[in-house]
């Protein structure tokens, strides 16, 4: 069988050079956090307080202020069960947002033909809710990173400067459902 090339037997392929090292830390929390109400209230504090100290920058002619959302997604779990208590069925609800995930669980609950349906009572199961919130962040030195917060974990990732993980983990230090 012949070899079959793209490129011409005698020309050597372009290496890709390295430009940047980026990194990735993981802070593995001890206890998940409790629940979405304290989840929001850490989201919420570094969008409103900037304990990163981040700074506004211009894309596309827009000022994007220094830490926003770049993505999130919120899941509510639900158990059914008969009239022994035993569970008949469970679902799962994905939300985009924390005011979705909220309606969602409402609307789950209030559904007496989806419990007629499965076969028994709709119960939540908030001890195994999933939260996920991604933070983009632009630090002072001109550095984009990315802060990821889970119900279990806290990763920064996309950094090369040392400095950005020394205050993004002082700050964690304070946080106390981040221990």
Not at 41 to 59: H, L
Not at 131 to 145: R, V
Request: with cysteine.
């Amino acid at each position: 069988m012949q070899k079959t090339n793209f490129v011409g037997d005698d020309e050597k392929m372009a290496d890709f050079i390295e430009t940047n090292n980026t990194k990735t830390a993981t802070r593995v929390l001890e206890n998940p956090i409790a629940n979405i109400a304290t989840f929001d209230s850490i989201i919420s504090d570094v969008i409103a307080n900037n304990p990163f100290e981040c700074i506004d920058y211009v894309s596309g002619g827009q000022v994007i202020p220094g830490v926003t959302k770049s993505k999130q997604r919120y899941t509510a779990k639900f158990i059914y069960e008969d009239d022994d208590a035993e569970t008949v069925g469970s679902i799962s609800a994905k939300a985009p947002s924390i005011t979705e995930f909220n309606g969602v669980i409402t609307e789950i609950l209030a559904n007496t033909n989806l419990e007629t349906v499965m076969g028994g009572d709709c119960v939540r199961d908030a001890a195994h809710d999933a939260f996920s919130c991604t933070l983009k962040c632009m630090d002072a030195n001109g550095e984009i990173y990315y802060v990821a917060f889970t119900r279990t974990t806290v990763r920064l990732s996309s950094y090369a400067d040392d400095a950005i993980r020394t205050n993004v983990e002082a700050w964690a230090d304070t946080v106390a459902a981040l221990a």
